[in-house]
Nanobody, 121 residues
Framework: QVQLVESGGGLVQPGGSLRLSCAAS????????MGWYRQAPGKQRELVAR???????NYADSVKGRFTISRDSAKNTVYLQMNSLKPEDTAVYLC???????????????WGQGTQVTVSS
């Protein structure tokens, strides 16, 4: 089994910062793209940032210049550093990785359970 576990969410004032972590565990054969998504109440889930398997990154226009995605391969962990947070960043943040487990021939998307980020004064 493969599991993704997010952490680092919480309540922060506008202009503040948070760092989210997403750690993978289990029988991992190979890892492809790794991404952070978010879903606000009443809105569709949207891609926030991702690392493509070759190492390049891309971001939603709404977070460019404020959020940074990075990985620690040794720890099988991906981070999302969020600076200059705005109330509109409030959402549940979820990580999703494309992983081929040691027991499967093909890769599929795995999702974490999500972590709440609330930006409010």
């Amino acid at each position: 089994q493969v599991q993704l576990v997010e952490s680092g969410g919480g309540l922060v004032q506008p202009g503040g910062s948070l760092r989210l972590s997403c750690a993978a565990s289990g029988s991992i054969g190979s890892i492809g793209n790794m991404g952070w998504y978010r879903q606000a109440p009443g809105k569709q889930r949207e891609l926030v940032a991702r690392i493509i398997s070759g190492g390049s990154t891309n971001y939603a226009d709404s977070v460019k210049g404020r959020f940074t995605i990075s990985r620690d391969s040794a720890k099988n962990t991906v981070y999302l550093q969020m600076n200059s947070l705005k109330p509109e960043d409030t959402a549940v943040y979820l990580c999703s990785w494309l992983i081929r487990s040691s027991f499967e021939f093909t890769a599929r998307d795995y999702w974490g359970q999500g972590t709440q980020v609330t930006v409010s004064s």
